[in-house]
C-alpha cells in the first residue's frame, strides 16, 4: 500500500468494507442470501411491513438499486408486496415465512464476521472505533460536521 492508500480514509474504510462483505457473502450464502439483500433483511425483520420509500430511507440508498433488489428478494420468495389498506397507491413491503425463519442464523453469521473482523481490538477499542464510525457516517450525512 502506498501512503496515501495507509492515510486515506475513504481508501482504507472502502478496503474493510469489501472485506468484510466478502466474509459475510461466505458466511450468509449457504442461506440463500446475499450482501445486497441483507440490510434490506434486517430493516424488515425490525419491522415489517415498510414501504419501499422507506427501505430507502432507511438504508440511504438510491431507490432504483431498492427497486431491483426487492424484485430479486421477490423472485426468491423473501417478500411479497401488498397494496396498504387505507391508501392503495401504496405497497409494503412483508417477509414470507421463508425469510423469517433466516433471521436467526443470518444475525449469527453478521455477529461471526463481525467478531472475526474486530478480534485484533480489545473491548474497548471495539466501543471506540463503532462510535467513530457513527460520527463520521452521521457527519457525512449532515451539512453541517459535529462539533
Known amino acids: 500500500m502506498t501512503s496515501f492508500q495507509n492515510h486515506s480514509a475513504g481508501y482504507l474504510v472502502n478496503h474493510m468494507a469489501r472485506l ?14 446475499t450482501t445486497g439483500t441483507f440490510p434490506a433483511l434486517l430493516e424488515l425483520w425490525e419491522k415489517d411491513g415498510l414501504t419501499q420509500k422507506e427501505l430507502v430511507a432507511r438504508l440511504d440508498i ?19 408486496r401488498k397494496r396498504d389498506a387505507s391508501d392503495g397507491r401504496v405497497q409494503r413491503v412483508w417477509l414470507t415465512d421463508q425469510a423469517r425463519a433466516l433471521k436467526e ?24 472505533f463503532l462510535d467513530l ?12 460536521p459535529p462539533a
Open 20 to 33: 468484510f462483505a466478502r466474509g459475510l457473502s461466505e458466511r450468509i450464502k449457504p442461506l440463500g442470501l
Open 62 to 80: 438510491e431507490q432504483a438499486t431498492m427497486a431491483n433488489t426487492l424484485t430479486r428478494m421477490e423472485r426468491d420468495g423473501m417478500i411479497v
Open 105 to 128: 442464523p443470518a444475525i449469527a453469521a453478521a455477529v461471526a464476521q463481525n467478531a472475526d473482523a474486530l478480534v485484533g481490538l480489545s473491548e474497548a477499542e471495539r466501543g471506540v
Open 133 to 144: 464510525a457513527q460520527r463520521i457516517i452521521l457527519a457525512m450525512k449532515s451539512d453541517t
